[in-house]
């Protein structure tokens, strides 16, 4: 009974949290006559949301914060890391990585990060700041702003570990991610497979090299 009441209250708090998101950045767009999110301020006069002065001028004419990075909250009041449900891995998600934070007067807590697509930006949010489950999809989601102003639950993106080694070349999912164990000693060994990207696979195609080649 107290999981289930626990559940209930977490998924009315992601649902506001959401709502407070998608408003929130509609006003912003809206004080600037903006109709595209890659040309809101944010994501052009901030350095690449890395002027905390800036990001928290922007975000205070739109939310109502309690507080953020330029006043002071960081991280280190955050979880340092989050389970993944059904997973023994942690979710490689770090507050630490987050140049620009906000809180609102009910406990949520955001992280606003510009990218790789620089038309776009994402928010993560924790609807309970520090409290438990400190799980994803439980009580931390991540967004994506895009467009004309639309707001998409890509918390998925929060779960996606990498379990590409040389122990597991199958889990190499991309061809970046398979370059960058070559060169890189078996555990417990001084030799270094040759390892190759072909036909859309990771493997190693025979054979070892000195240490002398390794990383």
Same mark, same amino acid.
């Given at each position: ?9 977490l998924e009315n708090q992601y649902a506001k949290a ?50 953020? *990075?330029?006043? =002071? &909250?960081?991280? /280190? ?10 997973? %023994?891995?942690? !979710? ?53 702003? *895009?467009?004309? =102003? &639309?707001?998409? /639950?890509?918390?998925?993106e929060l779960e996606q570990v990498n379990k590409c %080694?040389?122990? !597991? ?47």
């Amino acid at each position: 009974m107290i999981s289930k009441n626990q559940d209930k209250v977490l998924e009315n708090q992601y649902a506001k949290a959401k709502n407070i998101l998608a408003n929130g950045y509609k006003l912003m767009m809206a004080k600037y006559e903006i109709f595209k999110v890659e040309n809101l301020p944010i994501l052009n006069d901030c350095s690449a949301m890395n002027e905390k002065a800036c990001m928290s001028k922007e975000h205070k004419k739109a939310f109502n914060i309690a507080s953020d *990075s330029n006043g =002071g &909250l960081s991280s /280190d009041i955050l979880p340092e890391s989050y389970n993944i449900q059904g997973e %023994s891995e942690k !979710s490689p998600f770090k507050w630490d990585d987050v140049p620009y934070l906000f809180a609102t007067a009910d406990g949520m807590i955001y992280g606003v990060l510009q990218d790789e697509d620089v038309k776009t930006f994402s928010v993560v949010a924790d609807v309970n700041g520090s409290k438990n489950p400190n799980t994803v999809r439980k009580d931390l989601y991540k967004f994506r702003y *895009s467009g004309n =102003g &639309l707001l998409a /639950d890509v918390s998925s993106e929060l779960e996606q570990v990498n379990k590409c %080694s040389i122990d !597991s070349l199958d889990e190499c999912k991309t061809e970046e991610a398979c370059w960058a164990l070559d060169g890189v000693p078996v555990s417990g060994t001084d030799d270094c497979p040759e390892i190759y990207w072909f036909n859309g696979k990771c493997s190693e195609t025979g054979g070892s090299r000195g240490p002398w080649y390794c990383r």
